[in-house]
């Protein structure tokens, strides 16, 4: 840690105390050149991150749990570990971005949401259905009516009377 004073990149923890409720740590730090002296706090940093749930109640920020829900919903899909915990990482981080100190878990499940989608549609699909991210079942369907339309949008569809479809728009300029 830098002297905050003359910059100097070494300084010494001259004390060292636990914080009244047992989850911060007081350091008292002397710079070896300038000897000024200053404090750090250390803490854990789900401290400093909470997640505010439907029922109004706030809980630490924690990533296994967001991992734990990942995981659920990748089971036997070809998800490998890595990418599980590039998922989570890339959650916290963009949490993290908002630089805001409480989120709301439906925040937090749309995050785990729209990353899960990127990677399998599948988990994504079994994570929404569980996690509730949608408030009325009919939303949910169509989520998965958009799924499922650009799972097939990726590929050629073959019908039986392609040209003579009704829904296929003619060529011709309107004006
Ligand atoms: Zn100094």
């Known amino acids: ?14 004390d060292t105390r636990s914080g009244a ?3 911060t740590v007081r350091r ?27 029922d109004g109640s706030i809980e630490p920020f924690d990533r296994e749990k967001i991992r734990g829900g990942i995981e659920r919903a990748v089971e036997k899909r070809p998800v ?6 590039r998922l989570v990482a890339e959650i916290h981080a963009d949490i993290r971005d908002r630089g805001t100190r ?3 878990s439906k925040l937090v499940g749309e995050l785990v ?17 569980v996690y509730k991210a949608f408030s009325d079942p009919e939303e949910f369907v169509r989520e998965l009516d958009r799924i ?4 097939l949008g990726g590929e050629e569809v073959i019908t039986d009377d392609a040209d003579s479809g009704p829904d296929s728009p ?3 300029e309107a004006d």
């Open 1 to 14: 840690m830098e002297c905050p004073d003359c910059g100097h990149d070494r300084t010494s923890v001259v």
């Open 21 to 23: 409720d047992g989850t």
């Open 28 to 54: 008292r730090r002397e710079c070896s050149r300038c000897s000024f002296r200053f404090t750090t706090y250390e803490r854990p940093e789900w401290e400093t991150l909470q997640v505010k749930k439907r």
């Open 80 to 85: 490998t570990d890595d990418e599980v915990d």
């Open 102 to 104: 409480i989120v709301s």
């Open 113 to 129: 949401s729209e990353k899960l989608r990127e990677v399998d549609s599948v988990a994504y699909v079994r994570f929404v259905s």
């Open 148 to 151: 499922i339309d650009e799972e």
């Open 170 to 172: 003619p060529d011709s």
